[in-house]
């Protein structure tokens, strides 16, 4: 982010810190990476996001949140604490995959089935710098490495298989409202 740029909203799909690839976070102590978590963790609840990475509030930092919970994006979406995660990783558990919904909040209006692995191990550092690691499956999973892909500069879109699984927003809630 440029000095004296204020963040409004996410960065949007074309917006070059969507393709960059994010820098190891250093000094996780230091202000900066404190008010970038303090950043996203505002703007995820003030989304219908389930995860958030730090390029799209402009800030190519390895740092992500992942926070399910139900929305009107995401109705099926399991509870779950929201976890800062910095510097993450992850090792493949199972090499089942599956193609499910996804949509971003840095590429509004659309959705697109995503072929992703079910169960992961993630590795990642606490806010306090302590190893931490989780095991994530089904959807939960599938948050992760959407905001995992953030961090290496791809968008979901990048993974879709066929083009004509890509929809609009509407079409996916009639499609979930059975209309």
């Known amino acids: 982010m440029k000095k004296n740029q204020k963040v409004v909203g996410f960065a949007q ?31 995820l609840s003030n989304s219908n996001g389930v995860g958030l990475a730090a390029p799209q509030i402009f800030e190519s930092v390895c740092i992500v949140i992942i926070a399910s919970r139900p929305s009107r994006r995401y109705p099926l ?37 995503v072929p992703r692995y079910t169960k992961i191990d993630i590795s990642y550092l606490d806010e306090q710098g302590k190893k931490k690691k989780l095991i994530a499956e089904d959807f939960v999973a599938r948050i992760f490495q ?4 953030h961090l290496n500069g791809l968008v979901y879109l990048d993974r879709v298989e066929d083009n004509k699984d890509i929809i609009s927003e509407s079409e996916f809630q009639k499609m979930m409202e059975g209309n």
């Open 13 to 43: 799909l074309g917006d070059p810190v969507l393709r960059l690839h994010a820098e190891t976070v250093e000094d996780i102590n230091s202000l900066k990476i404190s008010t970038i978590i303090n950043t996203m963790r505002s703007e």
């Open 77 to 113: 979406a399991p509870e779950m604490e929201a976890v800062v995660m910095i510097n993450p990783s992850f090792k493949v558990i199972s090499n089942d995959i599956k193609t499910d919904w996804e949509g971003c909040l840095s590429v509004p209006g659309i959705r697109a089935l």
């Open 146 to 149: 959407h905001e995992y892909d």
